[in-house]
């Protein structure tokens, strides 16, 4: 009977040794399969690299999803402004509708994806930071990385302050569980936030390459593009003086110059030997292109704004943001941007009506067949003459968004020659602009400039921003028919969304 | 090794596994004297022999058990008294004195409270439970001509639902004692002879002997860490000694749709959508009359359904000698559905043996194989079909009506005709048990048990075009094309092992019966698929791969996941004097899917039954035969979540463009909860067991009380966190089940020719969301342009409907004017302005009730008459809700309208009605699409004719019976839509019906023929 129970035990031993033989040293340790996890993905030595292109991928985010620079940004800006009203149906996407008129509110989505494509950029670009200054890259590779994370973080706080007003400065990546700290959830003031942004702008300006300089790559951040963003700051914070020498040094670097064809500065390819992506006058713009994923895009940006039809022919977008007729009339007699800038769609005439032909040849039906009476010219992508995603899918067509042109650096410099009383330079770059767009000359006073940054930079989300800055919004706007109050709407609300996950400890802006 | 040692360490099992091993050390050994061996036999009723009857020596751990005739022998003593026990038998001690040859006669036993309960790595005598535990046999089971078991059930356990679907190939949704979790799995476990499973299509009825459903945390403890949905366990059916049984089952039937919406033909249509158009619009006509002149009239419930044919084809082979036991069976089911180019086959393949090594060393293999062919449809056909104008002809000399440019929906049949998806499923399914008893009262088992299912799906849509020489349409134009050929190929492969390790000691100590178990476990789970789809690819069935398509656009995929889990379980029964009984379980679970620091969790439970009527106090009471109270409490855990959920992934292969080359970037933004932990649910259960009159009526009450705790929730987190989705999912919530659970049965005969039997069961179940702790309300249940439906919050039952409130109709211009819609028209829905703030907004929604039914039902009855028999069940629900989908996603103002609609609208002759006036718009969501889910449904009814015995002897035949069959013969409901049963698997959005296949009426008749 002993025998038995020790027969019994060894028999038990086996199954159960066996058992725990069987599996391996981490039988419960299992690795996501085929999904990289945050520590695999840092063993990659290219990590660092490839964290800072991860940043530039925030400038994709778009469609009707949180957003950086993408359709909704787009619209918010726009359709604010006087240069264009929401478009498309007139029940269509009430929330941009109520951007147009004025009554928008903290519950708008649209606030909130702009907030939360920012801020999601933001600690990409943070924990990009993070992770290359505890990396060993050599210092050089090291500086130019950590300047180009820096540069978006500018540029993406540049867009949260002028829009929202001072918000939370964040410069690292928190975790969860500090998502609702006092830290975090104080909004900084707008200067405390300027403050970051020269830093950040600053010093991508002293650690990037000039544009075509062999460290450089065409997309990534230059100097001349930290410096262009660095200049546009100072406008907004008045320092002229700052303001004309960061344009000044741009100009004499000599890298950048106006594309004598103000049509070909929004074609994909160039026409007769200018223009096109990346041309002469491009200081930074958002790269897209053709890719297996179709994911290279800002999405909608084209379609999003494209002319929407009645029924009967295979039509080209949404149809949002039209221009207004009061950026039509905007223009002088003469000016070549007019076109180039607004599609006009002609009127049905009996019996004969000819629609509007494109400048890729494709022909737009005249009004009866279309929604709305104009679209913006610098959002068309051709379906015929450029690229396209193997799918057609319309939704990503690869548009590369010219965030900023050498026109408007121009004209930065003018408006800070002029303010510096340096009336002869002012004229002299306001000119350079004028005479592009077969214009006569004219005095370099800021009352021109600022007229002349409507015209050349309209339908580039420029003119909102740039009426607040000039303090002149409330009157133009109000002038305009918009429902514009002053000292409530020079800054959107912030989404209540973010103010109730915050357990109040963010403050709504006044008047909202 | 680490890994498992540490667990041991750690484990608080650990200690009861070395007691274990140490009791069976030091167990003291009686000695034994004057022994001669005696020989005897063991009969029942009748002098039939009874099999596997266990014989021990009274106060010894000394035993045996008879074989097929019946016979055992023992060594014993003279003065030693026999214990002989048997299932369906009451308990005889047979003094063995001068004997020699025993002849020991059993009387049979109240065959309910003998009946063996598979409890979980063990049996249970039913007596002896302490938890709720029901039974459903094979024979119930296989009565229905349906896929599964699980479908079989409905009705005939009290706290089951079972929510059944028309699709031949489906897994109905159960759910046991309501809804205990929103994120995690809310489907039972099922345990297969044994063998962990999560789909149990590949079972077929026929070839199972019980279903034993463990309900409350007692009994399913001891599968902790996925029992709190509740565990189904299955066991097939084994080859006995004796006589080689042949048996041959055969059902052949029809299915068709059990109840159609009425839709309007082309003239009400017409009429309606013109009046809209008058009202509402430019006034002009919509559908003109030179339109409906040319048309057709087209019912397109008519074009897309059919009547399927049924046919389920079952034979085996069972039987069996001293030393093999064997059951082989082959089963054929073929299901044609009811709609269009929906087909379905299965083939089944079971092979049970047990082989008797020595007299205390068996082996036992349960292998079953089955394959799947399966032809699926789109159920938005369902949706197409109610929207769709029925002016337009659905086909004509080959040709498609073109419902595109009618209402912009794409034309069903040829949406059927022209894609063909369908798939190839073989599923091997294994278990290999070695059992040992080295001493009578100590049984060790190890059970290896595989699960391989490969499942290739192949998806192919023809070329077809709306213009030119190849147009498909009667008119040509619009939207529905499909310029190139497209192909999909998936091929996925799962592999599952468990290998479980037990060692059950079971003894008698005078009036003290003792059961330990104690076990471990561990089980591997792997999935992957790959893939890939072309365009441009023949439309020759040949030529459907990959390498025949076009490379430009061509996509791979390849994906997998793998998740482990390991566990130490222990439970003792014990009972004294078969008056008192205690059982308590432990497990301790680690799962692969939960971080480190959380890995492991401990789930014990326990419960104490008293026997009432063998007290002394009851012993002259003559109404009670049974009287049982049962109390249990037990703590289980969900680890039903996706695998990585607690591991921050990086966002990978984030395209950006430099220099114009494509780059692969990388962005750390996810955030996980790095402390993810079990969902947790706590259960008290409160039974009473009785029989009464001569155990012809017996019954059971349940009361229970489930609570689960850190229920996995998202939560909103700040945008300033930078998460992609700005949420996460982590442990907050706290929800409850509370409910009662009563079923009784009634059995007699009348004469000796009449027999009958009635069994009703009802259950009442209260499901309460009772904290989110930060968690986010979740809506969800999007209907159309309607946004969501349903909202899970605080207080509220989940997946409840939230909504408008429609108040009424107005009627008059006065009453919009003083209301809060100042845009409406008289005609138009009265929404009820909630807070009174003159405006109908987001703020005037208010809860609706949820889908989840608070009262499930069931009757089941049977009759006998010589050999006639009768059977017939019956399964309803009362109290939930579901959203009308189909009505209220009417998107597009040319959608066709129910007839009903159209009959009862609104016009200023006819103002008592409750259905608006005719619209052009969607309606927001509110209550008008909501309605009672209440119904009760006869589920099947069944005759059959036995043959008499003389007939077969020239056939050599054993029995034959014939019978007729009807499933789901009639229901019962004012639910306006297609089914009151809305089988789409969601928690937070369970009642809503959309893309829904309703289900099927059968009938069938059939032969069930032994050899």
């Known amino acids: 009977m002993k025998n038995n129970i020790i027969k019994t035990l060894a028999i038990t031993a086996i199954p159960i040794a066996g058992l725990l033989a069987g599996c391996s040293k981490n039988f419960l340790e299992v690795d996501p399969q085929g999904q990289t996890t945050e520590v695999l993905a840092l063993t990659d030595p290219d990590a660092a690299n490839k964290l800072v292109g991860g940043v530039y991928s925030t400038l994709y985010y778009g469609g009707f999803d949180k957003t950086t620079v993408g359709f909704l940004w787009v619209l918010a800006n726009d359709i604010a402004s006087d240069d264009a009203d929401k478009g498309s149906t007139p029940g269509d996407f009430g929330a941009a509708g109520e951007i147009d008129n004025f009554t928008h509110t903290s519950n708008n989505f649209i606030f909130n994806n702009i907030w939360s494509g920012h801020f999601s950029a933001i600690i990409s670009a943070n924990k990009a930071i993070d992770v290359l200054n505890k990396g060993s890259l050599e210092q050089s590779v090291k500086n130019r990385l950590i300047g180009e994370a820096r540069f978006l973080r500018g540029l993406y706080y540049f867009n949260l302050v002028r829009f929202f007003g001072g918000v939370p400065k964040i410069t690292t990546a928190p975790l969860a569980s500090e998502g609702s700290s006092d830290a975090l959830q104080t909004r900084a003031t707008a200067a405390e936030i300027y403050a970051l942004i020269i830093e950040d702008l600053q010093f991508a300006a002293d650690n990037l390459p000039l544009k075509g300089d062999a460290a450089s790559q065409v997309g990534r951040a230059t100097k001349g593009a930290a410096q262009s963003y660095l200049a546009k700051v100072y406008l907004y914070q008045k320092n002229w003086q700052k303001a004309f020498e960061l344009s000044q040094a741009v100009i004499t670097s000599g890298r950048y110059s106006l594309v004598p064809d103000y049509n070909a500065i929004f074609r994909e390819k160039p026409v007769n030997g200018v223009g096109g992506n990346n041309n002469s006058e491009s200081i930074f713009e958002v790269q897209t292109g053709v890719n297996l994923g179709e994911n290279a895009v800002s999405p909608l940006f084209s379609n999003g704004q494209g002319p929407r039809g009645r029924g009967g022919w295979n039509d080209l977008g949404f149809g949002f943001n039209t221009p207004t007729i009061d950026l039509a009339n905007a223009y002088e007699t003469g000016d070549t941007r007019r076109n180039a800038t607004i599609i006009f769609i002609n009127p049905t005439v009996a019996g004969n009506s000819t629609g509007t032909v494109l400048w890729d040849g494709f022909r737009l039906p005249s009004k009866d067949s279309v929604e709305n009476e104009r679209y913006n010219y610098k959002a068309y992508h051709s379906n015929i003459a450029e690229s396209a995603q193997v799918s057609n899918n319309k939704d990503t067509k690869p548009k590369n968004i010219r965030l900023m042109r050498y026109a408007e650096l121009l004209l930065i410099y003018a408006e800070a020659a002029a303010m510096t009383n340096n009336a002869g330079e002012a004229t002299a770059k306001l000119n350079l602009v004028r005479s592009r767009s077969n214009l006569p000359p004219s005095v370099g006073t800021q009352a021109n400039i600022w007229k002349e940054r409507r015209t050349e930079l309209g339908m580039e989300q420029d003119r909102f921003l740039d009426l607040v800055r000039q303090g002149r919004a409330g009157a133009v706007l109000r002038a305009h028919g918009k429902a514009f109050v002053d000292g409530k709407h020079e800054v959107f609300p912030i989404p209540q969304a973010q103010i109730d996950l915050s357990a109040g400890r963010l403050k709504q802006n006044p008047g909202y | ?1011």
């Open chain 2, 1 to 1011: 090794m680490n890994h498992f040692l540490k667990g041991l360490i750690q484990s608080s099992l650990k200690t009861t596994i070395s007691t274990f091993a140490v009791f069976l050390l030091f167990f003291p050994i009686s000695l034994m004297a004057r022994q001669a061996p005696v020989t005897g036999t063991v009969t029942g009723a009748g002098g039939t022999p009874v099999n596997a009857a266990s014989v021990t020596v009274k106060g010894t751990s000394r035993g045996t058990s008879t074989n097929a005739a019946g016979k055992f022998t023992i060594t014993v003593a003279p003065s030693d008294t026999l214990v002989v026990t048997a299932v369906g038998f009451q308990n005889l001690e047979v003094p063995v004195g001068t004997q020699t040859d025993l002849t020991v006669s059993l009387a049979a036993s109240n065959r309910e409270l003998e009946q063996v309960i598979v409890v979980g790595y063990g049996t249970q005598r039913r007596r002896d439970l302490t938890g709720s535990v029901a039974s459903v046999s094979g024979s119930e089971l296989s009565r229905q001509p349906v896929l599964t078991a699980t479908q079989a059930v409905q009705g005939k356990v009290a706290g089951v639902q079972v929510i059944s679907s028309g699709d031949p190939n489906a897994l109905p949704v159960i759910r046991i004692r309501g809804t205990g979790t929103m994120l995690a799995g809310a489907n039972p476990l099922y345990v297969v002879d044994g063998v962990i499973s999560d789909d149990i299509r590949n079972i077929n009825s026929a070839d199972i002997t019980s279903m034993d459903i463990l309900k409350d945390a007692s009994a399913t403890a001891i599968y902790g860490m996925r029992a709190a949905n509740g565990v189904i366990l299955i066991t097939t059916k084994r080859g006995r000694a004796g006589k080689m049984v042949v048996s041959y089952d055969a059902t052949l039937g029809v299915k068709e749709a059990t109840k159609l919406v009425n839709m309007a033909g082309a003239k009400q249509y017409a009429g309606y959508v013109n009046e809209a158009s008058v009202y509402y619009g430019s006034g002009d006509s919509i559908v003109t009359a030179a339109t409906l002149a040319s048309g057709g009239n087209t019912d397109w419930y008519n074009e897309i359904l059919k009547k399927g044919f049924f046919q389920n084809h079952n034979v085996s082979v069972a039987g069996g000698s001293d030393k093999v036991n064997y059951f082989l069976s082959a089963g054929y089911l073929s299901d044609e559905g009811i709609i269009r180019t929906n087909d379905f086959k299965r083939l089944t393949i079971r092979n049970n043996n047990d082989y008797k090594i020595t007299n205390n060393f068996k082996i036992s293999t349960l292998l079953s194989y089955s394959r799947s062919t399966v032809r699926n449809v789109d159920l938005g056909a369902f949706n197409v079909a109610y929207r769709a104008a029925p002016y337009v002809i659905a086909k004509q000399n080959g040709k498609y009506g073109n419902t595109s440019l009618s209402n912009n929906v794409g034309n069903p049949i040829l949406d059927q005709d022209k894609n063909d998806n369908s798939g190839k499923g073989d599923r091997f399914q294994g278990n290999v048990v070695g059992e040992y008893k080295p001493i009578t009262w100590l049984t060790l088992r190890s059970s290896f048990g595989v699960d391989k299912n490969n499942f290739r799906s192949i998806s192919y849509g023809y070329k077809y075009a709306n213009v030119g020489p190849d147009n498909v349409f009667l008119t040509s134009g619009s939207n529905q094309l499909r310029d190139k050929s497209s192909l999909t190929v998936t091929e996925s492969e799962g592999n599952r092992w468990v290998w479980d390790n037990t060692a059950t000691a079971a003894k008698r100590f005078g009036d003290h019966n003792l059961t330990l178990l104690a076990g471990i476990t561990a089980e591997d789970i792997r999935t992957r698929s790959i893939g890939g789809s072309r365009v441009d690819v023949p439309q020759d069935k040949d030529q459907w791969y990959l390498n025949a398509g076009s490379t430009i656009g061509a996509r791979n995929f390849n994906d997998g996941d793998r998740s482990t889990r390991n566990s130490y379980l222990s439970r003792l029964n014990y009972n004294y004097k078969d008056k008192y009984f205690l059982t308590g379980t432990i497990r301790a679970d680690a799962s692969s899917r939960l971080p480190a620091n959380n890995r492991w969790g401990y789930f014990p439970s326990v419960g104490a039954g008293w026997v009432l009527s063998n007290e002394g106090f009851m012993g002259d009471q003559k109404t009670f035969n049974n009287l049982k109270l049962r109390a249990s409490y037990g703590k289980v855990g969900n680890d039903g979540i996706p695998s990585n959920l607690f591991v921050p992934l990086a966002t990978v292969n984030l395209p950006y463009f430099f220099n114009g080359q494509e780059v692969l970037n990388l962005r750390l933004e996810e955030l996980a909860d790095p402390s993810l932990k079990w969902e947790v649910t706590r259960e008290v259960n409160v039974g009473l067991d009785f029989s009464l009159i001569k155990n012809r009526l017996s019954g059971t009450v349940d009361f229970y009380d489930r609570k689960t705790s850190d229920a996995l929730v998202r939560i909103n987190i700040p945008a300033i966190l930078g998460d992609p989705n700005n949420e996460y999912i982590t442990n907050a919530a706290t929800f409850t089940n509370k409910g009662v659970e009563v079923a009784l049965n009634w059995q007699d005969r009348i004469g000796s020719d009449w027999r009958y039997n009635l069994g009703v069961n009802l259950a009442y179940n209260r499901n309460r969301i009772e904290k989110l702790n930060g968690g986010q309300a979740l809506s969800s249940g999007s209907v159309g342009g309607q946004g969501f439906t349903t909202k899970s919050d605080n207080g509220q039952p989940i997946g409840s409907f939230f909504l408008w409130e429609v108040e009424g109709i107005f009627q008059t211009e006065a009453e919009v004017a003083s209301s809060a819609q100042p845009g409406a028209k008289p005609g138009d829905l009265r929404y009820r302005d909630i807070n009174k703030d003159k405006v109908i907004n987001a703020d005037d929604r208010v809860y609706q009730g949820s889908y989840q039914p608070n009262i499930t039902y069931g009757i089941n009855g049977g009759l006998s008459f010589k050999a006639l028999d009768l059977s017939f069940g019956g399964y309803g629900t009362g109290g939930g809700k579901i959203y009308n989908g189909k009505k209220a996603a009417r998107g597009d103002f040319r959608d066709n309208i129910e007839t009903s609609v159209v009959n009862n609208r609104w016009t200023p002759g006819n103002t008592n009605t409750n259905v608006p006036r005719a619209n052009l718009n969607e309606l927001p969501a509110s209550t008008y699409f909501l309605e009672k889910g209440d119904f009760f449904r006869i589920n099947n009814l069944t005759v059959g004719y036995t043959l008499p015995r003389r007939l077969l002897d020239k056939f050599s035949m054993q029995s034959l019976r014939v019978f007729a069959t009807a499933q789901n013969l009639a229901t019962f409901t004012s639910y306006s839509g297609f089914t009151p049963e809305i089988n789409n698997g969601g928690t937070l959005d369970g009642g809503i019906e959309l893309a829904i296949y309703p289900t099927t009426r059968t009938f069938a008749f059939g032969v069930n023929v032994g050899f």
